[in-house]
């Protein structure tokens, strides 16, 4: 029991002097070295530092990402507000790109209503049909010479040479005809006409017909109206109205018959009245126009060629 208290003390003993030297030893070893200490602490201090750092980064991290679309929102709405939409500051479309837009979805006019081409009132159709069988294009460039004297849209300058403006075609190739033929006679229309074959003859025809309607000068005449009007049944004159239609513009283009003669110029008018009257000419349907005019004084012959004239 002795021993074994005596061995008891011995080891602790030992063990006190043992943790004495260790902390001894220790106490040196810091004392010793105090620079590696401090480095040790430097890096500790440093790496105590850092750890902040990097959570406050990796805080700051995502209020950066999140703030960063709003302020890009934000600047994008300043943006917006300060600067004109590109629309709006653009140069207008050019109106050549709209035209196709407008034509698809116009309606043609002709469709509901025949368009009116002529200062008389006579549409497209009407038009057509007094220009007869030719071509109006084609006899634009062919009627040159005959411009020279009736004039580019079929309205002459001198009172000798008619106006064409407007009048039937057919009765334009007719005529024509009838001066190649010899049945008319004239000394510059009978050299022309015998050039002109029946093909050209037809395309000049439609031209001219093809033209807006001759117009009178408006003047008038009370004895010319009055056997225009109504005629004088007594002598079995016939009213002019009844074959020339109103106004002398002609009675229907189906019916080329009777001449447009509303707005011809008097002192032509006047000239043919008395080539009819003297049976110098004489190619009026059945000759009617021989018969009226020889039953007419030289008085109601002028007036009549004064007051269709104004028409």
Do not use: W
């Amino acid at each position: 029991m002795f021993h074994m208290k005596n061995s008891i003390a011995a080891s602790f003993t030992l063990i006190v002097l043992l943790s004495a030297a260790a902390f001894a030893e220790g106490e040196g070893s810091v004392t010793s070295t105090k620079t590696g200490t401090d480095v040790v602490k430097t890096d500790a201090a440093k790496s105590t530092q850092k750890k902040p750092l990097k959570k406050k980064r990796a805080k700051a991290s995502p209020k950066t990402d999140a703030a960063t679309p709003a302020a890009d929102a934000a600047a994008t709405a300043k943006a917006d507000a300060t600067t004109p939409p590109k629309s709006d500051v653009s140069a207008p479309a050019p109106s050549n790109a709209a035209a196709p837009q407008d034509n698809v979805s116009a309606t043609p006019k002709i469709d509901a209503a025949p368009a009116k081409n002529d200062a008389s009132g006579d549409s497209a159709e009407a038009i057509k049909q007094r220009s007869g069988p030719g071509d109006p294009v084609a006899g634009k460039e062919k009627s040159e010479l005959c411009q020279g004297c009736h004039g580019e849209e079929g309205i002459s300058a001198e009172g000798f040479a008619p106006k064409l403006a407007g009048q039937y075609g057919i009765y334009i190739a007719k005529q024509l005809r009838n001066f190649q033929a010899g049945t008319r006679v004239h000394q510059i229309m009978s050299a022309i006409a015998a050039t002109v074959s029946d093909n050209d003859l037809a395309d000049i025809a439609a031209y001219f017909a093809s033209r807006t309607k001759m117009t009178g000068n408006g003047s008038t005449n009370k004895i010319g109206e009055q056997l225009f009007l109504h005629g004088d049944m007594t002598r079995m004159m016939v009213a002019c109205v009844n074959c020339h239609g109103a106004n002398g513009k002609g009675k229907t283009p189906t019916n080329p018959v009777f001449p447009v003669i509303g707005g011809q110029h008097k002192d032509y008018i006047r000239g043919q009245l008395i080539n009819f009257r003297a049976g110098d000419r004489s190619n009026s349907p059945g000759g009617i126009m021989n018969i009226i005019t020889q039953k007419m004084t030289d008085a109601e012959l002028d007036g009549l060629a004064e007051y269709v004239s104004g028409l």
